[in-house]
């Protein structure tokens, strides 16, 4: 059922927020959602669906529209958005950048297929529809073309706002704050599209909006006060997350230009062990024999320097490599550093996972080089090599694929973060690489292991000299953790802030799979439970329409413990009449009852 807003508007309430203006038996929608709402205008003598609006290019806005495409209903978007429905395939789907090497994440959530568009707005036009007089304004924040429509009807002016906000003080989540600053990607930005969002919420104020629609939560029926309230949030999120960011490091500049009140702080740096050196990404440990063992390979200039290196007599060999993490610039040339010196390569399971086969994955910063892996160490397990003994951690730093070594030797304890810490903090700028908050989770697992181990030395392979984490500092950026667990309670609306910050919740592995016509074709839909409690979680595939009769998969269903992921099989046929192409298959989840229409998806190429 509907709420009556005004004698011409009505709020349908399904998993998006839904407008409806009317006048006699037609109706005009605002972000239709998943279409049900079709189904409901019956009951209020609406026979015809005029025009639909959209407030911005996620595909939980629009995935029902193709329902409502007939009888002459006209679609109209954002200017700035028109090319992420009408020509998602060209725009997003195909382009290389949007599936390796990613550093970019705006857009995010678009639609699987295009959505043809008849009209476009731009900032400040207005258009009269039946008895509503209706204004598109320009609200940038949560994508970077959204916009907004103030209604003026019945002597109301009730703005539909998408996802700035989600109640009075809140937002839905964070990760769609992603956004680059200064000469940097997205992926150092986390957070940093809050203040446009911001800046657009007040815009509303000040056109006079006297009630906020937003796409999901409820009315908002006080605007000034609960925009005020979570410009308050944001900004403290945004303060605790600068008091312990690695940017201070690599980029003060920038990040002084964000804040006048966060003083960063700065680990003790020291000269590198003479049998330890630096090129590029990696470090290299040297033994008394002249062997080497080798951190990361991101680049053929290091397989160069090595082999100069071979030839000069400088070093004898090169006898193994460790892989810290998934990231491009570390594994990028692993495949031909194998290749060229034979040495045995070596990664934690986490990282191990997601490098052998990565096409498997949607990830930040993925190369397509898949890496075989010679030998897959377990969390805490140790080794020797020459002189030294090795010891393997399970390291979700930077990113939850992440591995930990501890090299002692020489009189020394070296630790070999990756990229996790920096001298000045932490490396928990994107959203995307899933860093977790809570106790023994993330970050504190990290930091809380590096309180029991107390290296002498820790080794981030971007920069040129070892620092000293003492532990002062340590149990400072625990706490700054803990602090911002509970700034994220109250600025999102779940009952676990993890939600609010881990776009991967529910994944699809593999993301991609190639399927010949006429063949059966599996997926697992992978849930982590962040709460407290158990979960009842549920997955329904949703083919591409040019898959005529397949309809959806039966729904499976699973309970997850807390603080667990499950995996939910699901088995289908690939059309034998398609045409060979990439599709792009979408996923229903619901959790608890409630639904996340479309959440995930996965790619089928169809030979």
């Known amino acids: 059922m509907a709420i009556s807003l005004s004698d011409h508007l009505l709020l349908y309430k399904g998993a998006v927020n839904t407008g409806v203006i009317r006048e006699g038996e037609e109706a005009l929608i605002i972000d239709i959602g998943d279409g049900k709402v079709l189904e409901t205008l019956g009951l209020y003598g609406i026979r015809r669906v005029n025009g639909l609006l959209f407030t911005h290019h996620h595909r939980d806005q ?18 700035a958005e028109r090319g992420l429905f009408e020509d998602v395939y060209s725009r997003y789907w195909q382009d290389p950048t949007r599936r390796w090497h990613m550093y970019y994440f705006r857009p995010n959530l678009v639609l699987a297929e295009p959505l043809p568009v008849h009209r ?56 769609s704050l992603q956004k680059g600053f200064g000469h940097l990607t997205d992926y150092h930005g986390f957070m940093f599209a809050w203040q446009e969002a911001m800046d657009s919420l007040k815009r509303l104020l000040d056109k006079g909006a006297e009630l906020l629609i937003p796409s999901h939560g409820e009315a908002i029926l006080e605007p000034k006060e609960a925009i ?9 999120c945004y303060e605790n997350y600068l008091s312990t960011s690695a940017l201070w490091h690599y980029f003060p500049e920038l990040l002084s230009n964000q804040t ?82 034979g040495c045995e390569v070596i990664a934690e399971r986490s990282v191990a996972q997601v490098v052998v086969k990565p096409s498997a994955w949607k990830l930040p910063c993925l190369s397509p ?83 029991e181990l107390q290296p002498d030395l820790v080794f981030n392979s971007h ?90 998969t039966p729904r499976t269903e699973c309970e997850i413990e807390p603080g667990m992921e499950s995996r939910l099989l699901s088995a289908f046929q690939v059309p034998p009449h398609i045409s060979p192409g990439r599709y792009v298959v979408l996923v ?5 009852g409630l639904q996340f229409p479309v959440f995930a998806e996965f790619l089928v190429e169809v030979r």
Not at 228 to 236: C, I, Y
Not at 588 to 592: F, K, L
């Open 463 to 552: 920069v040129d000299r070892p620092f000293v984490l003492e532990l002062d500092i340590l149990r400072t950026w625990r706490m700054h953790l803990a602090e911002r667990r509970k700034l994220l309670e109250e600025l999102l609306p779940w009952e676990d802030p993890n939600y609010g910050i881990d776009p991967y919740w529910a994944f699809c592995y593999p993301y991609e799979q190639e399927v010949s016509r006429g063949r059966i074709a599996r997926v697992e839909i992978v849930i982590v439970n962040h709460s407290s409690r158990p979960a009842i979680c549920s997955a329904t595939l949703v083919f591409p329409r040019s898959w005529k009769g397949q309809g959806q």
């Open 228 to 236: 005020e309230l979570l410009g308050n949030r944001l900004n403290r």
């Open 260 to 341: 006048s009140s966060v003083a960063p702080i700065s680990a003790p740096m020291y000269p590198a062990p003479s049998f330890v050196r630096h090129i590029g990404t990696s470090w290299m440990l040297l033994s008394e024999s002249g062997n080497a063992f080798l951190m990361d390979c991101g680049s053929e200039d290091v397989i160069k320097n090595i082999g100069d290196w071979l030839a000069s007599g400088d070093i004898n060999g090169v006898e193994g490599l460790w892989i810290t993490h998934i990231h491009d610039d570390h594994t990028d040339a692993i495949p031909k550093f194998r290749q060229r010196f």
């Open 120 to 175: 476009e707005f731009v900032d400040g036009e207005t258009f009269q529809w039946g008895p509503a007089r209706i204004t598109a304004l320009s609200t940038p924040g949560h994508t970077d073309g959204s916009m907004s429509f103030l209604v003026e009807v019945d002597g109301r002016r009730i703005a539909f706002c998408g996802d700035l906000i989600y109640g009075k003080g809140k937002v839905l989540e964070l990760y």
């Open 588 to 592: 229903d989840i619901t959790r608890n």
């Open 62 to 79: 629009a995935y029902g529209a193709y329902r409502a495409l007939e009888g002459g209903t006209w679609v109209g978007v954002p200017k």
């Open 369 to 451: 080089n898949a890496v075989p892996i010679d030998r897959l160490v377990e969390d805490k397990e140790s080794w020797r090599w020459r002189e030294f003994v090795l010891t393997a951690y399970h390291f979700p730093g930077q990113t939850l694929y992440h591995g930990g070594l501890l090299v002692e030797g020489r009189g020394l304890r070296l630790f070999f973060c990756g990229d996790s810490f920096t001298p000045s903090g932490l490396d928990d700028y994107c959203a995307y690489n899933r860093n977790f908050l809570g106790e023994g989770k993330g970050y504190d697992l990290c930091l809380r292991l590096m309180e």
